[in-house]
């Protein structure tokens, strides 16, 4: 893996969000949910997860998590994912999500 400077990474824009609508996603290959994140002034974005597993739709309702804001959109079936939800890849390839250790309000950016 190669290195980065800090000036490639400040082009990531990741921030907080709060997940506001969680819904099954039958048309995606693998299990999956589709979420509709709330990023503050950003809007509300969408976004597919593969976390069926770990997740029910009741516990990711309402709850803070990171993204990558600035990947472009990707049509994943008849939905339009345009935020990438960051979490960590256990052995089994199921995902953990990253969310802040305290409350902060949606939007903020992540350095």
């Not at 990558?68 to 052995?91: C, H, K, M, W, Y």
């Amino acid at each position: 893996m190669s290195n980065v400077t800090y000036a490639d990474f400040e082009k990531i824009e990741i921030h907080t969000g709060k997940i506001i609508r969680v819904e099954d996603f039958p048309k995606a290959r693998k299990p999956a949910y589709k979420l509709w994140i709330d990023f503050g002034e950003l809007g509300i974005k969408k976004s597919s997860a593969q976390i069926t597993q770990r997740y029910s739709k009741e516990e990711l309702r309402d709850r803070l998590i990171v993204a990558v804001t600035n990947f472009p959109p990707r049509q994943i079936a008849d939905f339009r994912s345009e935020v990438l939800v960051l979490g960590v890849v256990l052995d089994d390839q199921q995902v953990v999500l990253l969310q802040p250790d305290q409350p902060v309000p949606p939007g903020q950016r992540i350095l």
